[in-house]
């Protein structure tokens, strides 16, 4: 006589390595759209990763291939950037030396654009000060570690006030930029709305040899806020 315990069904489905009546149901599921899908699990796997990169490349990061030279040296022509979409959410806002892509439709044109902050909301930014350099809030701004070797600041002298939740951006290749300078004339003045900005560019992702972290340049740090540059 076997007088060995047997297990119930009970002490089956209590065991910690089985799966619960919801995980079963869950796997049932999965196995019958496999099932019904051509190609079986390849396919509905292809599928699940087409949507979590559909869902990453519309709320988190997406990458933006560089179509002109207006960010020489630093951002050259083919180079494929990823734009980092939660930058400025969860109120956070632009700074002065972010490099944003923003759509300019409306006010660049109907595409998007990559270029560098050199104004925010309240900003009085002048070009040129004696030495040649641009001015915001009183302050000289030092652009030597990223425009383009042999351009100055700017050709198009300019003095502008940046409203409130607005952005003035220049192209680091001044010679070469179609920018808020081109715009001064225009609806908006140049000025890019905060809402249309869709990203800040956070790294250099190919070629390899170009791979690169874009980090906020020091050159804004003593630029003061601008209710202390006209207080």
Known sequence: MDTEAQPTERDRSSHPDSPGPEERSRFALTERIA?????????L???VCLVFLLVLNTFVVQPFQIPSGSMEQGLRIGDRVLVNKLAYRFGAQPRRGDVVVFDG?????????VKRVVGVGGDHVVCC????RIEV?????D??????????????????????????????????SSDSRDHLGSPGGGMIPVGDVIGRAD??????AHWKHLTRPSAYARVPAPERAHG
């Open 35 to 43: 099932d019904w899908l051509p190609g079986g699990r390849i396919v």
């Open 45 to 47: 796997t292809l599928f």
């Open 105 to 113: 439709t409306g006010y660049f044109g109907a595409a998007d654009y």
């Open 129 to 132: 000060d004696k030495k040649g």
């Open 137 to 141: 809030n009183g302050r000289a701004v």
């Open 143 to 176: 652009e030597s570690a990223f425009l383009y070797p042999g351009d100055t600041a700017s050709s198009v002298p300019f003095d502008v006030a940046v409203p409130a939740g607005r952005l003035f951006v220049l192209g680091d290749h001044r010679s070469d």
């Open 203 to 208: 790294w250099i992702l190919w070629p390899s």
